[in-house]
């Protein structure tokens, strides 16, 4: 973020965005979702074009996640992507980050990102424990979004350069 924009703000309470930076980051999250419904969409993809990307990306601790998708509109692949990282206090400032770190690479240049929905995890990582639960205020419940967030991060860790299969994975979609 350069010096002249202004940093993304959001109400606590409501997740609402309450500035100009915030709309247009939570404009470019959404801008090509339509009916989202997590339920809906297999995750199992894993386009060879798209291998490059880690498919979960979270830090150890609570913080808030997003589940997004990444897809080429010309061919029709796509893959999706957990993120959560400690240094984002809200839901689209992870999907800031996420877009920003792919953008670095040039693959990215043909490729587009929208949110699917968003809550919390809690990743142990010492224990290899995680527990997906709540929803995103700023983008809404999206039916499905904690059971597919979880299918993917046990992928990722069964996977054979994965950190091992996880000791306890649970998801919720009870509390905020």
Not at 19 to 31: D, G, I, K, M, P
Not at 37 to 44: G, I, R
Not at 53 to 67: A, D, N, Q, R
Not at 162 to 176: R, T
């Amino acid at each position: 973020m350069s010096a002249e924009e202004e940093t993304p703000l959001f109400s606590d309470s409501t997740g609402e965005a309450l500035n100009a930076s915030a709309w247009n980051l939570v404009r470019e999250a959404t801008a090509s979702a339509t009916n989202v419904n997590a339920e809906n969409e297999d995750t199992n993809d894993d386009p060879a074009s798209m291998r490059w990307i880690e498919p979960v990306k979270m830090t150890p601790g609570k913080h808030k996640y997003v589940l997004m998708k990444v897809y080429n509109e010309e061919n029709g692949e796509k893959k999706f992507l957990v993120r959560s990282y400690a240094r984002c206090s809200y839901h689209a400032e992870n999907f800031r980050e996420a877009v920003g770190e792919l953008r670095k690479d040039e693959r990215m240049a043909t490729l587009k990102a929208h949110v699917i929905g968003g809550g919390r995890i809690e990743y142990d990582e010492e224990k290899k424990r995680v527990f997906v639960y709540g929803y995103s205020m700023t983008f809404g419940r999206t039916p499905g979004c904690n059971k597919k967030t979880m299918e993917i991060i046990r992928k990722r860790f069964a996977e054979e350069d994965g950190d091992g299969p996880l000791a306890e994975c649970e998801w919720s979609d009870e509390g905020y």
